[in-house]
């Protein structure tokens, strides 16, 4: 039982430490995002333009380059639609022809150019995007089933078990969804990489920033997955030490 405990301690000790891990990365990448979206390339077309040439190169003419509006840019620019087949940028990444918005778009044609290849479980990226909130609530459920055990309940920990098993499920299965994701995710950026080198447009420096940016990206993707799967293990011996404390009853 205190053996139990003393992992749950353990396993929450160690998805603290991965979250400061994350908070610094992150840090990173939004610094190197902030300032690579500052510097201009030398490139004249804008993003959209140039989305839809590396599109043509490759022979994905009807592959759709959409702007979506100031508005619709929160909640669907800078993706790719499965089901249209079409890229929508958001409003200021479609205009300006930055090192940050041409990293967004690298990823966006090499999810066309694999969905045109036949890549399966593409649609794990939007699917991922809508329940990547979903752990959020597991904690504030679990807690509200650990209030119940304790007022109404008598301590019995039922409540505790059931909104823990609700919790893993929930957390598992963002889980499974990320990892298809982020794989798809990192195979798109190389394959929008090799697309823009390809044509050449880029120079030296300019090649090096994107794949520092994208670098940043990429490792900050790993360990939100990587926290994913602490909150999954936490949640399971969570279930098991509430287990334990009704067999005891």
């Not at 079409?86 to 990293?103: H, W």
């Not at 090096?208 to 999954?232: C, D």
Request: net charge positive; proline share 1%.
């Amino acid at each position: 039982m205190g053996f139990v405990l003393i992992i749950i301690l353990a396993v929450l000790g160690i998805m603290l430490l991965i979250g400061f891990i994350a908070s610094i990365i992150k840090w990173r990448a939004s610094r190197l995002t902030f300032w690579f979206s500052i510097k201009k390339l030398e490139i004249q077309q804008s993003m959209q333009d140039y989305a839809r040439l590396l599109l043509d190169e490759r022979g994905l003419v009807d592959v759709e380059v959409e702007r979506v509006g100031f508005f619709a840019s929160i909640f669907v620019g800078n993706t790719y639609s499965v089901s249209k087949r079409k890229i929508r940028l958001g409003y200021f990444t479609a205009k300006r022809a930055r090192i940050t918005n041409l990293a967004i778009v690298c990823k966006l044609v090499g999810l066309a150019k694999m969905h045109n290849d036949g890549e399966k479980n593409l649609r794990a990226i939007e699917l991922n995007r809508w329940l990547s909130w979903l752990p959020i609530i597991v904690l504030p459920l679990i807690l509200i089933g650990l209030i119940i055990d304790l007022v109404g309940a008598n301590g019995s920990w039922m409540y505790t078990i059931i909104t823990s098993a609700i919790g893993i499920g929930i957390t598992g299965f963002c889980f499974i969804i990320s990892l298809i994701a982020i794989k798809k995710e990192f195979k798109a950026y190389n394959v929008g990489r090799d697309m823009i080198n390809e044509i050449g447009i880029l120079n030296e420096d300019e090649e090096n920033k994107m794949k520092k940016l994208i670098g940043a990206w990429k490792a900050l993707a790993l360990l939100n997955v990587l926290i994913v799967a602490f909150e999954l293990l936490f949640f399971m011996l969570k279930l098991i030490f509430s287990v334990f404390k009704l067999g005891r009853k």
